[in-house]
Every structure is written in C-alpha cells, then in structure tokens.
C-alpha cells in the first residue's frame, strides 16, 4: 500500500516541500523483509530506518514483516537531518493500515524520533513553517521544543507534539491539540537591560562618536590602538546603540540561527542584534559558509548585528579577501557542484588591531621594539581593497591614569540609541521607494548623486583631501556616505562643511 505525508528539506535559508512516499508490503518466502530509503537523502537520512522502526515497535505499532521503500521526492534534491523521521514514520503507519489518509485535513510533519517514540527538537523549523503556509497545508506537526519559534508564522495552525503515539492519535481525531501561540511580542524586548554598556567605559569619546556614526549609518568601522585601550569593549558594546530589530528583521535572522541550529533553548525569536567575534585561526568556510550542502558562515550568524574580528591583522590573508564580497553587497553567494546558494550578509563589520606587531608604536609612554618594514608589513596584511570597503578608521589611544580611577560620567547606551534611531528614520523617510536601502551604507554611487548634493564649500573642501591623501574613488563615496550620516545625527538636511571634515578625520589609516 502506498502512503504520502507532506515535509520539507532546507535549501540554503529557505525550505522546499518534499513528498515523503511510502510504500510496504509484507515480506513472503521469496521477498525477504527490508528498509530502503531512497531520494538522494544523507548518512541521518539513512540511518533513520533503525530509528522508526524502534519507535514504532516501542509505541506499540507492530507492523509486521515488511518490506519499506521510502522514497523523498524530489528524488534529485539532496536532502539532510533528522526532522523526517516523523513524517517517514507517519507514512509507514498509512500504508500499514495504522493510520487513514486525510482524517485531518492535509498537515504536515517534521521531527526527530527517539528509540522510545519520543520527538526531539530539530533545526529549520521555522523555515519549514513558512514553507508549509506557503504550500497552503492545513496545518503542521512540530516537536513541542520548536513550537515557540514556528508559531510565529501565520495563517498555519502548528501543534506540537512530544511523542509518536500523540501525534498518531491526533491525527486520527481522537485526540485535540491547540494550536500552539506565540510569545505577544514587548517593544524593548530585544534590549536586555544587562547588556554592556557604554556607561562603563572610561574616556574614549572620540571611538565613541565614531561608533555611535557607524551605529547610525551601519557603517563598517576599524579600530587601531595599543593593547589594553578599550578596543574590545568598545566593541561589545556596539550592539546596545543599535536600533531595536524590527520583525521582519528578527524573522530573517532566527532562520539563519535555526537553520545553523544555534538557537539552543530560545523558543521565540532572535530579538537582540547578534554580535559573533570569531577568532583569528577561523577559516574562510568558518567565516563565509560553506560544506557539502552549504550552512551559514560568521558573516551571515551575524545578520542585521555586528561581526568583530579582533587582531584583525592575525587573520590569514585568504581569510579577510573573503569578506571583500559580503561587505560590497550584503550577501554570500556559495558555489558547490550540486547547488548554487545565497546567505544574507548584512551587518557592520567592526575590526580592532594594534599599530605594529608588538602594539606600542606612537604610544606616549611605552617603546616600540619595531622597525619600519616590521610595520609596514604587518600592516600591509590588510589589502587596500578590503580596506577602502571600511568606512571609518578611528585610533583609539591609551587610557590615562586620571580617566581610569575616575567614576564613570559617559553617556549610556540608551541615550546614544534615541540619537541612533532617530537618524535611522530621517534615512528611511529619505529612502521611501527605493528599495533594499535602509542605512547610508547601502547607498550606492546614483543614490549618492542624488541624495547626497554637496555645496560650493563643502564640495571644494572634500576635493581638497581627496587631492592631499590621494584618496580613491571607493574611498571618495564611504567619505561622503559617512558625512551623511554626521549630516542625520545633526538633523541636517544637506551636507555641511563640518560633516565633511569629521568625515575625513575618520580615514586615519589614508594618512599613514
């Protein structure tokens, strides 16, 4: 007897339908009893036989002798995990017998079986939900431990389930399980109030500022100090100036982390601003995203937040050419020989390094142990191109004595976030109807020539230190971009002088 239950694969951060088809007979002299599982399915995939069958027979299905062939349409998709145990299982009760077709309507399934029938959490579930609302099922069997997430998709009832026997029962009405509902969402939510804050820090109102006009413009910004001057606190802290994600933005990045399967215990969405620092010995396919079917790298874990790459000369040279691309166009496009996928990748890259290999050239007190062509190649790790991609590139000094053992007086993180968001929306109401640009960053070189109009005085002063650093036309943009942005903070309609020449002062590395 043939039997189909409705599930899902994952196809980069999406999910596609998968027809789960079941067919068994019983097993006569001549055909002996047998499992196959066919579909172009992964080692998960295929190990799942020894997982149903103990599920079924620990629940106290008895199918019998049979022979099984599952098949995963579409057979020519490679699909991988756990979550189709359920469905496989379901679809093995059908064509047995155990369970009639259609009883509730035409829902889906998705769920890991343990050998004693019960259902574990999977990845995925939340793009698998929006799948099936997307197929139009009626509804869709979860493991209780995804239901948070899933419930947030709407118009598709999701029950959640937390063993075999309950979800067979439902679905053959003898059992009523309400539809599971989501968390009502708090404005505020995703700012946890032991979030660290820019109140702690002691001195460094210039890395501030320039933190607080990368938070406003999502502008990619450097940080270059001696070791011990703040560099990674000030960076901590760049997630709690940032405005709080809307929804449709905390739905993209809980894909992504469900998918990657680093939601852990959450069960509703990803509310604060991610912030990944990965270490230095990563590698690119760490970074990018990458495997046989390719999984999200760093670049897009940190989403719509902030990815900081501390010592960021330490990184191999492969490694940070990587990120050329992702910071040009907010995405990651991933070749294999199989398939052709694409990650989302917008975030605001903040880097930190020393200015030589020992940290202390130029430092007031401290002696630099490095020759020139010791700084010049360390610093010549970072190629020009990557460079020009970062907007602004601040130094970050030592913090004197007196600043240090006076009591914190800076501004919180929660008064520079109204200034933040504020300028955010001056830049959506300048956007409205262009579409895919939503900070200054974005903007590409037609809207700057739109948007962007300079005065007389402006203009000539921006030439001026274009012609006096030798600057290039990328960073003639990211100059203009930022003014634009120190243009919003101010309220400024149009780009003064003044913008452009804090602008300029945040190009250290252009002056050597």
């Not at 002798?65 to 020519?76: E, F, I, K, M, Y």
């Not at 959640?160 to 026997?165: G, K, M, Q």
């Not at 009502?184 to 933190?211: I, M, N, S, T, Y």
Request: glycine share 10%; aromatic share 4%.
């Amino acid at each position: 007897m043939n039997a189909q239950v409705p599930s899902f694969a994952i196809l980069g951060i999406d999910a596609v339908p998968v027809a789960v088809e079941v067919d068994s007979v019983e097993a006569n002299t001549i055909d002996t009893p047998a499992w196959t599982v066919v579909g172009l399915g992964d080692a998960a995939i295929r190990e799942s036989r020894e997982r149903v069958k103990a599920a079924l027979k620990n629940s106290g299905f008895k199918t019998g002798q049979r022979r099984v062939t599952v098949n995963l349409a579409p057979a020519d998709l490679r699909k991988e995990g756990t979550h189709l145990d359920l469905p496989i299982a379901l679809g093995v009760l059908r064509s047995t017998g155990w369970l009639e077709a259609g009883t509730r309507g035409h829902i889906g399934a998705i769920g890991e079986l343990g050998l004693d029938g019960g259902i574990r959490g999977v990845p995925g579930a939340l793009p698998m939900a929006i799948a099936a609302r997307d197929a139009g099922l009626d509804g869709l069997l979860v493991p209780a431990a995804n239901a948070g997430e899933a419930a947030h998709v709407e118009a598709i009832p999701i029950y959640p389930v937390e063993r075999l026997v309950e979800a067979v029962t439902f679905l053959r009405g003898e059992l009523d399980i309400a539809p599971h509902q989501p968390a009502p969402h708090k404005d505020g939510e995703g700012l946890h109030v032991r979030a660290p804050d820019f109140h702690d820090v002691r001195g460094q109102e210039g890395a501030k500022r320039a933190l607080e006009v990368a938070a406003a413009g999502g502008h990619n910004i450097m940080m270059i100090g001696p070791p011990g001057s703040g560099k990674t606190m000030l960076a901590k802290r760049l997630p709690s100036i940032l405005p709080e994600m809307t929804f449709e933005e905390a739905i993209e990045t809980t894909k992504i982390y469900s998918i990657a399967g680093h939601l852990g215990g959450r069960t509703g969405l990803v509310r604060r601003r991610p912030f990944r620092s990965p270490h230095h010995t990563a590698s690119h396919v760490a970074l990018v995203g990458g495997g046989i079917i390719p999984k999200p790298g760093e670049v897009s874990l940190s989403h719509h937040g902030v990815l900081f790459l501390d010592e960021l000369p330490e990184f191999s040279r492969q490694v940070l050419e990587v990120l050329r691309q992702p910071l040009e166009d907010g995405v990651v496009h991933i070749s294999r020989a199989q398939v052709s996928l694409s990650f989302p990748a917008q975030f605001i890259l903040c880097a930190a390094m020393n200015p030589c290999p020992c940290g202390y050239f130029g430092h007031p007190e401290k002696q630099c142990i490095c020759n020139p062509v010791q700084i010049q190649r360390y610093t010549g790790k970072i190629s020009g191109p990557l460079l020009d991609r970062i907007d602004i590139h601040i130094e970050v000094p030592a913090v004197k004595i007196e600043e240090l053992r006076a009591r914190p007086s800076g501004e919180t993180s929660a008064s520079i976030r109204e200034r933040v968001a504020a300028a955010r929306a001056r830049q959506t109401e300048r956007f409205a109807g262009r579409r895919g640009l939503h900070c200054n960053a974005q903007m590409t070189r037609r809207d700057l020539d739109d948007l962007c109009p300079l005065g007389a005085e402006a203009g000539q002063l921006l030439e001026a230190a274009m012609k006096a650093r030798n600057l290039s036309a990328r960073a003639f943009d990211r100059i203009l971009k930022v003014a634009r942005t120190i243009a919003d903070l101010a309220d400024s309609p149009t780009i003064g002088p003044e913008h452009i020449s804090e602008a300029v002062q945040y190009r250290t590395l252009d002056r050597g």
